[in-house]
């Protein structure tokens, strides 16, 4: 994480104010942080409309509206005039770098930016074998930020006919080329070149380019390939990402990923050159830095992580576990834009089951569309706000479900097993998202991180992850995870204090016990107990039974000693029927007491039952405002 | 901070549109800057490369790629060369048999009509391409040339009338506005539409039915127009759901234009006035549609070049005050008409909980309603 400090122009101790930006595709976000008694803190934040596309094109124009709200909040606070800040010249952001004789109160020590504006990063992937090299490009495409438009491999079960029209349809940013361990097959490799390079794919912007190419597969094929594509594209060569069976080598390509989205994608962007000139570091793709972040928190803590981002358009789900970082997008699920795809993979009835309430199912997809044409507007009444909750639920699953289905162990590699490995079916394949190990989920993106309760974020992740055992809730509090990722680029410490003090929200802990596979209990029976002391001595204990859910307050920055005692037949991760004891820490919904059971959780199929429930569960959590709840249904 | 509510959608009776016609790849601009052009009038052209086939010549005849000299063996074989055109089923590489023989001889065809393109010498790989195809560009909207991007396309200019949509399907299309309904409440309904309708771009009322789409469809209509559809029927008529709101690129007869969203709602009143207005005249209708960034809305545009320019008449964020028209976007108000009664600046907790900026509205039948202020839209009458 420190490796780029030096380059910076000025010390990083000395850095007291850092202003970051995130250009994202509707709205171009800027923060503040400013060192206060020697700790970094969020200080202001200000947003406005991005404006990469016509009539503006120029990015720049967005940066600077955004910083100017920072400005005038900032200055709002202060009396003296004479104190009044200014970060922008008509060369840009004032920054220590271009002048390092600036005035207090002119400008910044430090600029840094991420962008997704424009489409994001788009690429194609390739490789010989579906499951094992083209399978390691997509991984590396996606860690980098990309949206992966399409994964072309020698296996794909597609006609090579079908292959060539895809590639030559798809206008990539650029192209991930792999295939063949270090010296294995260059034959096959360089028949995927050439089906390149007679499909002549011209790159997204810049009509006139020659598209970018990276190759990152067997060493002995790089002549074949700069026969082939040399010429015609403008080809990047890096370490081969699986250069053995057992082992991915993804940083190479990443970061050759980074530099062409600079040199490229960035270049062609309006206005970009200009941003680029004034950033202190390279500008990262925004997926890109929200992995960063959550990749070096998962290390520096030693805790697995899965990380959600549910945005307008699209979902991203990141996970460490093992050592090993993830990412995903589903590029057509999301809260506005891509809401009717939702709809359209998971159906009406499974968004409906988290209703409790009536509504006929015209007006319910005639709202959903209205939404996907209208996505600035606000959920008004508590059955919108309910019925947008449940779509979330639904999105945050989907989007879980491809995620572990792309999180998972080397393919193709002969693993030596002990007898406890071989059954539990974990190693070449499987997946790595094991919800047990899981200790921590970061929620963000409108739906989460603005819900009007917190506690309804708390059942919008309980519901989608159905996380096992004991896992600690976060938000990310006004999504300021992509500025700290690049910032962690640079000043890591600045990143780490903002994000542990300003950015993650401490929802709480959930206790999540899992009944035996093929378990005959009953809603009632009896399932956990939980008894807790808290870090002042003052103690509170629960028990709960199957099919209902709890919670015990224990406030933010507080800990607690939780004595978790499951019933024979359920697991907290001891294994079943034992006991568990953790350190919890504390949230603004405190310890909560998920007993509705895990594989699967207990949901009545019954409509009037299933309202009960759902009722049940919304008092106990204090989900929604219950009154209102109960005029509606009747 | 970002305005807080949805700006209206553009309606009006005369403005400067712009268009960039731009190829997908360069080519050959055939119009001059200054030119004018007719909406189907070719501006710019190119040729797509032909879509290449590969044949894996030295696997046919089992060879081995990795030794050289098999691939100069393979050369050998060859019966065409780089640049010759050949015909589907034209012997292209033969391998004579046992000792010899022709009759033993192991013969490869070309699966399709092309020119040899390369031979690769390291995959033993044959790509054919097919004839290129041209692409040509029209000019879609009448107007003058403005500008000419050298290779790429042009930008065309025009006086027009501009009506946006707020969803649409289909792509670009040119035909004459025939208004069938007398009111913006009117249902649009299979019975409106006949023979009169063949090239016609049809405007309706508040909603547009199933059968109306496909008796348009039948009669050859240009396009439809309307406040609303059902979701269900969108489905059903396309054969597929639109998942992600990006449109434009349909297999359809006729492009669909939505001028108030999904259900029946009544025609914005100075919509409807302006259509009924153009009645009869020539119009370019454009189905796409794009939210996410960009925001690409579905329109129409009637050249009118008599009318003086009106610059951006667009109700800004300033301009909404007491007694501004506004329609309601979101439940439970949803597709109301009213008039703005008084807008609070303090934040309030609507029924979800929500807080955000509301605005009070007066509803057609006199009831005062809080509203989220990111949920109306301007209404320019």
Redesign the interface.
């Known amino acids: 994480m420190a490796k780029e400090e030096s380059q910076l122009s000025i010390d990083p101790k000395k850095v007291k104010t850092i202003l970051a930006t995130d250009c994202g595709?509707?709205?171009t976000k800027a923060i503040l942080i400013e060192e206060l008694d020697g700790e970094y803190r969020l200080s202001k934040r200000g947003?406005?409309?991005?404006t990469?596309?016509?009539p503006f094109e120029d990015v720049t124009m967005g940066v600077r509206n955004a910083i100017t709200?920072i400005m005038e909040l900032k200055n709002q606070d202060m009396e003296d005039a004479s104190k009044h800040v200014n970060y922008l010249d008509e060369g840009g952001v004032i920054t220590t770098s271009r002048y390092p004789d600036r005035e207090e109160t002119r400008g910044v020590d430090l600029y840094v930016s991420t962008s997704s504006?424009?489409?994001g990063l788009q690429m194609m992937v390739s490789g010989v074998v579906k499951s094992m090299t083209a399978e390691s490009a997509e991984r590396a495409a996606l860690g980098a930020g990309a949206i992966v438009m399409d994964v072309i491999a020698q296996n794909d079960g597609r006609e090579?006919?079908v292959k060539?029209?895809r590639i030559?349809e798809l206008r990539p940013d650029m192209i991930l080329l792999s295939g063949g361990i270090d010296g294995g097959t260059?034959?096959h490799v360089?028949?995927l070149a050439?089906?390149i390079a007679?499909?002549?794919p011209?790159p997204r912007l810049g009509?006139?380019y020659r598209l970018p190419i990276i190759f990152a597969g067997n060493k002995d094929a790089r002549p074949?390939v700069e026969?082939?594509l040399g010429e015609q594209t403008d080809l990047r060569i890096v370490d081969n990402l699986r250069p053995v069976l057992e082992r991915e080598n993804l940083g190479p390509a990443r970061d050759e990923i980074h530099n062409l989205f600079m040199e490229h994608v960035m270049a062609q962007a309006p206005g970009y050159n200009k941003l680029m000139d004034w950033a202190d570091a390279p500008i990262m793709p925004t997926p890109g830095a929200v992995g960063k972040l959550i990749e070096e928190t998962a290390r520096e803590q030693d805790i697995t992580i899965v990380g959600v981002d549910i945005g307008?358009?699209t979902t991203d789900v990141f996970s460490v576990f093992a050592d090993t970082f993830n990412r995903t997008v589903s590029a057509?699920l999301g809260m506005?834009?891509?809401i009717?795809?939702v709809?359209?993979?998971t159906g009406v009835e499974n968004i409906l089951r988290w209703v409790p309430l009536q509504i006929e199912i015209?007006e319910l997809?005639?709202?959903?569309?209205?939404?996907?044409?209208?996505?600035?507007?606000?959920?008004?009444?508590?059955?919108?706000?309910v019925i947008e909750q449940a779509i979330a639920r639904e999105a945050l699953r989907l989007a879980f479900e491809h995620h572990k289905t792309l999180a998972v162990g080397l393919k193709g590699v002969q693993q030596v097993r002990d007898v406890a490995e071989t059954f539990s079916q974990s190693g070449s394949g499987a997946t790595l998202v094991d919800l047990m190990e899981l200790d921590m989920i970061i929620g963000s993106g409108g739906v989460l991180s603005?819900a009007?309760?917190r506690v309804q974020s708390v059942m919008m992740m309980l519901d989608a992850f159905q996380p096992e055992g004991v896992t600690k809730l976060t938000v990310d509090s006004i999504f300021m995870m992509p500025q700290l990722g690049v910032l962690s680029e640079v000043h890591p410490k600045a990143a780490t204090q903002v994000f542990d003090r300003d950015c993650l929200i401490r929802l709480g802990t959930a206790v999540s016990p899992v009944q035996a596979t093929n378990s005959k209990v009953k809603p009632g029976d009896p399932c956990v107990t939980v008894n807790m002391v808290r870090d002042d001595g003052t103690t509170d204990s629960v028990e709960v039974p199957f099919g209902s859910i709890a919670k015990m307050e224990l406030k933010v920055g507080h800990t607690a000693t939780l004595e978790i005692s499951p019933r024979r037949g359920f697991d907290v991760g001891a294994g079943s029927g034992h006991k568990v004891e953790v350190e919890a820490e504390g949230g603004l919904e405190g310890i909560v007491v998920d007993a509705r059971g895990r594989n699967p959780m207990y949901l009545p199929t019954d409509q009037t039952e299933r309202v009960e429930k759902l009722m049940e569960w919304i008092e106990a959590m204090e989900t929604y405002?219950i009154e209102?709840l109960k005029a509606y249904l009747e | 901070?970002?305005s807080a509510y949805?700006p209206g959608l553009k309606v009006t009776r005369s403005t400067r549109i712009r268009k960039i016609r731009?190829?997908?790849?360069?080519g050959d601009v055939l119009v001059e800057k200054g030119a004018r052009v007719e909406a189907h009038d070719l501006v710019a052209k190119t040729m797509l490369?032909g879509?290449?086939?590969?044949l894996?010549i030295a696997q046919r005849f089992n060879y081995d790629?990795?030794m050289r000299e098999e691939i100069e063996r393979l050369k050998e074989l060859m019966l065409v060369k780089e640049g010759d055109s050949i015909e589907e089923g034209q012997l292209i590489a033969e391998k004579p048999g046992f000792l010899g023989l022709t009759m033993f001889a192991t013969k490869v065809t070309s699966p399709v009509s092309g020119v040899i393109?390369v031979l690769?010498d390291?995959?033993g790989?044959l790509?054919i391409?097919k004839p290129p195809v041209p692409i040509e560009m029209e000019a879609y909207i009448p107007g003058k040339v403005v500008e000419v991007i050298p290779?790429?396309g042009v930008i065309i200019e025009t006086q027009a009338a501009l009506v946006q949509g707020?969803?649409g399907v289909g792509g670009e299309r040119y035909g004459e506005i025939k208004v069938v309904v007398n009111s913006p409440r009117d249902v649009l309904t299979a019975e409106q539409i006949d023979s009169s309708c063949k090239d016609k771009i049809v405007v309706g009322g508040s909603l547009v039915t199933l059968d109306a789409l496909h008796k348009a469809g039948e009669v050859g209509a240009t396009g439809v127009v309307a406040g609303g559809i059902?979701?269900?029927d969108l489905i059903e008529y396309l054969g597929y759901?639109?998942?992600?709101?990006?449109t434009g690129t349909e297999d359809i007869p006729i492009t669909v234009v939505l001028t108030e969203?999904?259900?029946e709602i009544r025609m914005a009143e100075k919509t409807f006035s302006m259509l009924n207005e153009l009645n009869g005249k020539m119009a370019s209708i454009n189905g796409a549609?794009q939210?996410?960034?960009?925001?690409m809305r579905p329109e129409l545009i009637v050249e009118n070049p008599g009318e003086e320019v009106v610059e951006d008449n667009q109700i800004d964020a300033n301009g909404m005050g007491e007694g501004t028209l506004i329609r309601i976007?979101?439940?439970?108000y949803?597709g109301k008409i009213a008039t703005v009664e008084s807008l609070p600046p303090e934040l309030q907790?609507?029924?979800?909980?929500?807080?955000?900026r509301v605005l009070f509205a007066k509803l057609e039948d006199g009831t005062v309603v809080r509203?989220?202020r990111?949920?109306v839209?301007l209404i320019e009458e």
């Open positions: 595709s509707t709205t947003e406005a409309p991005t990469v596309e016509a709200e504006a424009g489409g090579d006919y060539i029209q030559r260059t034959v360089a028949e050439e089906m007679a499909a002549a011209k009509i006139g074949l026969r082939i307008g358009a057509n506005s834009y891509s009717c795809n709809l359209n993979e015209f997809r005639n709202r959903i569309r209205n939404k996907m044409i209208r996505p600035t507007t606000i959920p008004q009444s508590l059955q919108d706000l603005h009007p309760r405002p209102t | 901070m970002a949805t731009r190829l997908p790849l360069l490369p879509e290449p086939t590969t894996n790629v990795s393109d690769s390291i995959t790989q790509i391409r290779e790429e707020i969803f059902v979701d269900t759901d639109i998942g992600v709101a990006i969203g999904f259900g549609t939210i996410r960034a960009g925001v976007i979101r439940a439970p949803f907790a609507v029924e979800s909980e929500t807080m955000v509203v989220p990111a949920n839209e």
